[in-house]
């Protein structure tokens, strides 16, 4: 087949009406939930039927699927989200994508491993490696038990589908270092990895790779409270360390070079909301907003027919 459609979904958030504090406020967020959520069928129902040119064959999931990487989140998921979806749009389960976000760790396994310093110019941040890799998959064991066939390795993979083969999607992800708030300027996502991972790839393939956090600086709306008022704010974050974007510590390639030079898009999320597809290097970027949030009343998604 010469054409494909992507949906792109992200921010799942399952499991978090069960962590919200007081049965009010959890009963208010599964019923918001499950509105949304049924919403988000309906129109892929409209879709299939109106527009079955666009009916989705492949879905990439940006990360969070879970709320706090319980394995109950990934159960949810399971349960209320991913049997559905491949009953509405009649695919295989190996058609649906995902790679892991902040919500997707293990905070109690992590929360007293020192980080690296932020932005430090020096030689004592080490580059993740695909071994690295296999040590930290422990921070999201309930992730890998139940999306990745308990193989660690599939946390970060080349894949590509057989009715495709001119495609690959590669998984990556930028969320081995979160910890507490605030992540910025403290994450990497591996250049070791992908250049491991693309020794596989074929140089003349569509090049899909997906990861959490958006690799450059980018504005994101955040919320705050002071006494009885809130407002909302638009700042610029950059969530990458910075011995993944500067080459002065690496050379002439880091890990965002690297990225924005090998892929054909760029798939995202992490900051719930609408952005415009956007060219960086070589590649389209496409951040995805939330399909669901305790403060996101409506989803976002996306096709993608390439």
Same mark, same amino acid.
């Given at each position: 087949?010469?054409?494909?459609?992507?949906?792109?979904?992200?921010? +799942?958030? #399952?499991?978090?009406?069960?962590?919200? @504090?007081? =049965?009010?406020?959890? &009963?208010?967020?599964?019923?918001?939930?499950? !509105?949304?959520?049924?919403?988000?069928?309906?129109?892929?129902?409209?879709?299939? /039927?109106?527009?079955?040119?666009?009916?989705?064959?492949?879905?990439?999931?940006?990360?969070?699927?879970?709320?706090?990487?319980?394995? !109950?989140?990934?159960?949810?998921?399971?349960?209320?989200?991913?049997?559905?979806?491949?009953? /509405? +749009?009649?695919?295989?389960?190996?058609?649906?994508?995902?790679?892991?976000?902040?919500?997707?760790?293990?905070?109690?396994?992590?929360?007293?491993?020192?980080?690296?310093?932020?932005?430090?110019?020096?030689?004592?941040?080490?580059?993740? @490696?695909? &071994?690295?890799?296999?040590?930290?998959?422990?921070?999201?064991?309930?992730?890998? !038990?139940?999306?990745?066939?308990?193989?660690?390795?599939?946390? %970060?993979? *080349?894949?590509?589908?057989?009715?495709?083969?001119?495609?690959? #999607?590669?998984?990556? =992800?930028?969320?081995?270092? %979160?910890?507490?708030?605030?992540?910025?300027?403290?994450?990497?996502?591996?250049?070791? /990895?992908? !250049? *491991?991972?693309?020794?596989?790839?074929?140089?003349? =393939?569509?090049?899909?790779?997906?990861?959490?956090?958006?690799?450059?600086?980018?504005?994101?709306?955040?919320?705050?409270?002071?006494?009885?008022?809130?407002? #909302?704010?638009?700042?610029?974050?950059?969530? +990458?360390?910075?011995?993944?974007?500067?080459?002065?510590? @690496?050379?002439?390639?880091?890990?965002?070079?690297?990225?924005?030079?090998?892929?054909?898009?760029?798939?995202?999320?992490?900051?719930?909301?609408?952005?415009?597809?956007?060219?960086?290097?070589? *590649?389209?970027?496409?951040?995805?907003?939330?399909?669901?949030?305790?403060?996101?009343?409506?989803?976002? %998604?996306?096709? +993608?027919?390439?």
């Amino acid at each position: 087949m010469d054409e494909v459609v992507i949906l792109h979904i992200s921010d +799942l958030h #399952f499991g978090i009406s069960e962590v919200s @504090t007081g =049965n009010r406020r959890q &009963e208010y967020v599964r019923d918001r939930q499950e !509105e949304t959520l049924n919403g988000f069928f309906d129109t892929l129902k409209n879709l299939s /039927i109106k527009e079955p040119n666009w009916k989705p064959q492949i879905v990439v999931i940006s990360g969070d699927i879970g709320w706090q990487g319980g394995k !109950e989140d990934y159960e949810q998921y399971r349960k209320d989200f991913l049997s559905k979806l491949i009953d /509405i +749009l009649e695919i295989e389960e190996e058609n649906i994508i995902t790679c892991p976000g902040n919500h997707d760790i293990m905070r109690g396994r992590v929360e007293r491993i020192n980080r690296h310093p932020k932005d430090a110019i020096d030689q004592g941040v080490p580059e993740l @490696t695909k &071994e690295e890799m296999k040590a930290e998959a422990d921070f999201f064991q309930n992730y890998v !038990e139940t999306l990745c066939n308990n193989d660690p390795e599939k946390i %970060c993979q *080349a894949i590509s589908l057989k009715n495709w083969p001119w495609i690959t #999607f590669m998984t990556l =992800n930028s969320a081995w270092d %979160c910890r507490k708030d605030p992540d910025e300027g403290r994450l990497r996502v591996g250049l070791k /990895i992908m !250049e *491991a991972l693309m020794r596989d790839v074929p140089s003349e =393939n569509c090049l899909v790779t997906i990861f959490h956090h958006p690799h450059t600086r980018i504005q994101d709306v955040i919320e705050k409270s002071s006494g009885n008022h809130t407002e #909302f704010v638009k700042v610029d974050r950059q969530w +990458l360390h910075v011995s993944e974007r500067e080459p002065v510590i @690496t050379g002439d390639r880091t890990f965002s070079s690297f990225v924005e030079e090998k892929s054909t898009y760029i798939l995202n999320g992490h900051i719930h909301q609408e952005k415009s597809p956007e060219v960086i290097g070589k *590649a389209i970027r496409l951040v995805s907003g939330t399909v669901y949030s305790d403060d996101t009343p409506r989803f976002h %998604c996306r096709l +993608l027919k390439i």
